[in-house]
């Protein structure tokens, strides 16, 4: 079994007797194993070096304490909440594979059972005929309605009809399943950003949201896939999916210091109940094995 990242953290404390550049360069090197970008591992070390030279800081649980304070400062997290009384629509954006099509199941049964009676989903990956399926089947688990056209036809026409849909029945949530395929990205981004206009004409004002789904195991990928994207619409939040907080996971710090862009839900396993809001001194603590 993998250790995870506060085992390594850990072992390394044990196995050095000073605190000095040797340590620092291995905990460079213990960071970007737990997926947080060499370029952001190299600049938290040197302010972490910096901070408990000039403070005369150490003992190994100071330095963890100011190690987790220069993390938490770049893990950001945001609270999704769909406006009650008016069309809300959701873009959920990610590439095949990351659990991109359970995470909306997971986040509608969410907001159905939090109350939030009108929520529909569009099957706008309209290329793989699986995904259409796979929502369908979602849909009549978890009692909710889902709007799709025929494998092939326009994703732009399935969220217009899914966000009519909504707006028939007064305030509701739109959550829209895109397709990911990043093979070519200039087809994709044209086709995200034809989507994008008609979610954007849907939605009431302030209503519309860009979420990317990112598998938390895949490291510097995940990150990849959020610039791609994030350059394509301006992605306002992360789902981060198979996170179990183990070796890897740290993936969160660098797309909150690189792109800006904050954490919503975390999930933690294939069922609709493992999913919720991210927590960023709990993510910090897990890590870090604190």
Request: contains cysteine; aromatic residues 6%; glycine residues 8%.
């Given at each position: 079994?993998?250790?995870?990242f506060g085992?390594?953290l850990?072992?390394l404390?044990?196995?050095?007797?000073?605190?000095n550049?040797?340590f620092?360069?291995?905990?460079?090197?213990?960071l970007?194993?737990?997926?947080?970008?060499?370029?952001?591992?190299?600049?938290?070390?040197?302010?972490?070096?910096?901070i408990?030279s000039?403070?005369?800081?150490?003992?190994?649980d100071?330095i963890l304490?100011?190690?987790?304070?220069?993390?938490?400062?770049?893990?950001?997290?945001?609270?999704l909440?769909?406006?009650?009384?008016?069309?809300?629509?959701?873009?959920?954006?990610?590439v095949?594979?990351?659990?991109?099509?359970?995470?909306?199941a997971?986040?509608?049964?969410?907001?159905?059972?939090?109350g939030?009676?009108n929520?529909?989903?569009?099957?706008?990956?309209?290329?793989?005929?699986?995904?259409?399926?796979?929502?369908?089947?979602?849909?009549?688990?978890?009692?909710v309605?889902?709007v799709?056209?025929?494998?092939g036809?326009d994703p732009?026409?399935?969220?217009y009809?899914?966000?009519?849909?909504?707006?028939a029945?007064?305030?509701?949530?739109?959550?829209?399943?895109?397709?990911?395929?990043?093979h070519n990205k200039?087809?994709?981004v044209?086709?995200?950003?034809?989507i994008?206009?008609?979610?954007?004409?849907?939605a009431?004002?302030g209503?519309?949201?860009k979420i990317?789904v990112?598998?938390?195991?895949?490291?510097?990928?995940?990150?990849?896939?959020a610039?791609?994207f994030?350059?394509?619409?301006?992605v306002d939040a992360?789902?981060?999916?198979?996170y179990?907080s183990t070796?890897?996971?740290g993936?969160?710090v660098?797309?909150?210091?690189?792109?800006g862009?904050p954490?919503?839900?975390?999930c933690t396993?294939e069922?609709?109940?493992n999913?919720?809001?991210?927590?960023?001194?709990?993510?910090?603590?897990?890590?870090?094995?604190?």
């Amino acid at each position: 079994m993998k250790k995870s990242f506060g085992e390594k953290l850990k072992s390394l404390f044990s196995k050095k007797a000073a605190i000095n550049d040797d340590f620092y360069d291995e905990l460079i090197e213990l960071l970007v194993e737990g997926d947080i970008g060499a370029k952001t591992s190299y600049e938290i070390v040197d302010e972490l070096q910096k901070i408990c030279s000039d403070n005369k800081i150490r003992e190994q649980d100071q330095i963890l304490q100011e190690l987790k304070k220069l993390l938490l400062a770049n893990v950001k997290s945001v609270e999704l909440a769909p406006q009650k009384d008016k069309v809300n629509v959701w873009m959920i954006l990610g590439v095949n594979g990351v659990g991109k099509t359970t995470s909306v199941a997971k986040m509608a049964k969410y907001y159905k059972d939090s109350g939030f009676d009108n929520v529909v989903l569009a099957s706008a990956d309209t290329f793989r005929a699986a995904a259409i399926e796979q929502l369908d089947l979602h849909g009549s688990r978890i009692g909710v309605r889902v709007v799709s056209h025929q494998h092939g036809s326009d994703p732009s026409a399935v969220v217009y009809d899914a966000a009519e849909a909504v707006r028939a029945k007064g305030p509701g949530l739109v959550l829209a399943d895109t397709a990911g395929r990043l093979h070519n990205k200039e087809n994709l981004v044209r086709e995200l950003q034809k989507i994008d206009k008609t979610c954007r004409s849907k939605a009431d004002e302030g209503c519309y949201k860009k979420i990317i789904v990112i598998d938390a195991t895949t490291g510097q990928n995940a990150l990849r896939q959020a610039e791609v994207f994030n350059e394509a619409v301006d992605v306002d939040a992360v789902i981060m999916t198979k996170y179990d907080s183990t070796a890897k996971g740290g993936v969160a710090v660098t797309i909150g210091r690189e792109l800006g862009i904050p954490v919503a839900f975390i999930c933690t396993g294939e069922k609709y109940e493992n999913i919720g809001f991210f927590n960023p001194e709990e993510y910090v603590d897990d890590f870090l094995g604190l």
